[in-house]
């Protein structure tokens, strides 16, 4: 099926509605031009993010009520671990109250003063833990995966020559670890294949190098393994997920995507020695080890949600909506990241706006036109996000200069993901109006989140 029904009927709903568009107008320059600086409520479609967004189900709702708040050994603790150990195959796990949580710990325990971690791409919260703690990040990815209109499976990948000259100019030993994102947010949510994970790991450990992953949607990059990888269309969800993480020594997970949660992450590690010392930095930032910053409810709801997530037709529904979305854009001859990856369509900002210079910031301008224009609310990915050099101060100027549009867990319909699109076309035909805008206040940590900006 192209685009299969919704695997799900609507029990409960929660009422949205548009203000008009003077409304919009006046909403986005008090938000300084930012969307993450809009109030929910003056949002008609809201794809911010995928992240703590996703609607949960009846039964993680009915499992908020047993939550054991103990403030030690919390049942609902036991629960989420023995269900992260058979899920994910890993040793050791501690929870955190999300994905950025695990990020500081494990950035702590697993990095030494200038050291490089190599990475299939950075992702914002985890290059700063990593900069933080004395790293430089080094980007491996294959080199299709920077430019956009590029359309091959598995642009997630890392290259592998890369990685094995890095490894011989730096030195093993100068490698703390390898950061592998499964999928890649900001390539366009780029799966990694099977094949790749398993050389990737076959180098790692001829250099005595750990493999770390970042799980945060592992089961949108199983599905795509299912789907395009020859000799997995007969393997189980569950068995895909269980297979990428034999290549790993331990992830970290934002909870608050593919576990089907609205808060919540983990870090989990297999080696002993480390899993002791990340004991010792969680009750230093998030709690005891056995909930790590979440309530009882939460771990219970997430243990849930893990199982939920790798049915089959729940994430089917998942990855070939985003594809809907995309497919329709495409259609209309909108530039986008191609593919279409798992959690979001991503606009290419370059050649939708190819009168603005990357300096001009044509990404962030065209999310806040979006949200004029629809009502729909998206974010910018490119050089804002991307931030500056830590050593230099300098921009980083990415290649890729996009707006996502991110598509919440069963939340949204076919309708709105029309709605969307209708939108975006009707846009793009009067692109030339964008303008570009200029940083009136910039934070100097992961400025996206709380910028304001001004047209030029
Ligand atoms: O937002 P956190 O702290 O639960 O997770 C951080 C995080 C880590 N890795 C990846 C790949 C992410 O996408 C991620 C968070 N992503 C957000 C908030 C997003 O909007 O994409």
Redesign the pocket.
């Known amino acids: 099926m192209q685009y299969p029904a919704e695997p799900f009927r609507i029990k409960s709903v929660e009422v949205v509605s548009m203000i008009d568009r003077a409304q919009r107008i006046e909403k986005i320059k008090e938000a300084g031009y930012n969307t993450f600086l809009l109030n929910s409520e003056d949002v008609y479609i809201d794809l911010?993010?995928?992240?703590?967004t996703t609607a949960m189900s009846d039964r993680q709702w009915a499992a908020m009520m047993i939550g054991d708040e103990a403030y030690a050994g919390s049942k609902n603790f036991h629960h989420l671990k023995a269900t992260v150990e058979e899920l994910f195959g890993f040793k050791h796990i501690i929870p955190t109250h999300?994905?950025?949580?695990a990020?500081n710990i494990l950035s702590q325990i697993a990095i030494k003063d200038g050291q490089f971690v190599l990475g299939n791409m950075y992702?914002?919260?985890?290059r700063y833990h990593q900069e933080r703690n004395g790293a430089t990040f080094l980007d491996i990815i294959r080199q299709e995966a920077h430019d956009a209109a590029i359309d091959i499976p598995f642009k997630g990948d890392v290259d592998i020559d890369k990685l094995k000259a890095i490894i011989s100019e730096k030195g093993a030993e100068n490698i703390a670890y390898i950061c592998l994102?499964v999928t890649v947010?900001l390539a366009g949510g780029q799966p990694v294949s099977m094949a790749n994970m398993r050389a990737v790991s076959q180098v790692a450990r001829e250099h005595g190098i750990k493999v770390f992953y970042?799980a945060?949607?592992c089961v949108e990059n199983a599905f795509y393994i299912k789907e395009q990888e020859a000799g997995y269309a007969d393997k189980t969800i569950q068995e895909i997920v269980l297979e990428t993480f034999s290549y790993a020594d331990g992830c970290?997970m934002?909870?608050?995507?593919d576990c089907l949660v609205n808060i919540g992450?983990f870090l989990c590690v297999n080696d002993d020695e480390l899993f002791a010392r990340a004991k010792e930095l969680v009750v230093v930032y998030e709690g005891m080890p056995s909930y790590g910053g979440m309530a009882g409810r939460d771990m219970e709801a997430m243990a849930i949600g893990l199982r939920e997530s790798i049915q089959y037709e729940y994430i089917e529904h998942r990855v070939k909506q985003v594809r809907y979305l995309g497919d329709k854009l495409i259609a209309a001859g909108v530039p986008v990241v191609l593919p279409i990856g798992g959690?979001a369509v991503f606009l290419d900002a370059r050649r939708f706006c190819p009168h603005l210079p990357q300096e001009h910031l044509p990404a962030q301008s065209l999310a806040a036109s979006i949200y004029v224009e629809t009502g729909v609310r998206a974010?910018e990915r490119g050089i804002v996000s991307g931030g500056r050099d830590a050593v230099t101060g300098k921009n980083h100027s990415p290649k890729l200069e996009t707006v996502?549009l991110?598509i919440p867990r069963r939340v949204y319909t076919y309708a709105h993901m029309d709605v969307v699109a209708d939108g975006i076309i009707r846009l793009y035909q009067q692109r030339e109006d964008i303008k570009g805008l200029k940083f009136v206040y910039e934070p100097k940590q992961l400025r996206f989140f709380t910028a304001r900006f001004d047209y030029l």
């Open positions: 911010l993010t995928d992240s703590g999300q994905g950025r949580g990020e992702f914002t919260t985890t994102a947010n970042d945060t949607r970290t934002s909870g608050k995507k992450g959690h974010m996502r991110t």
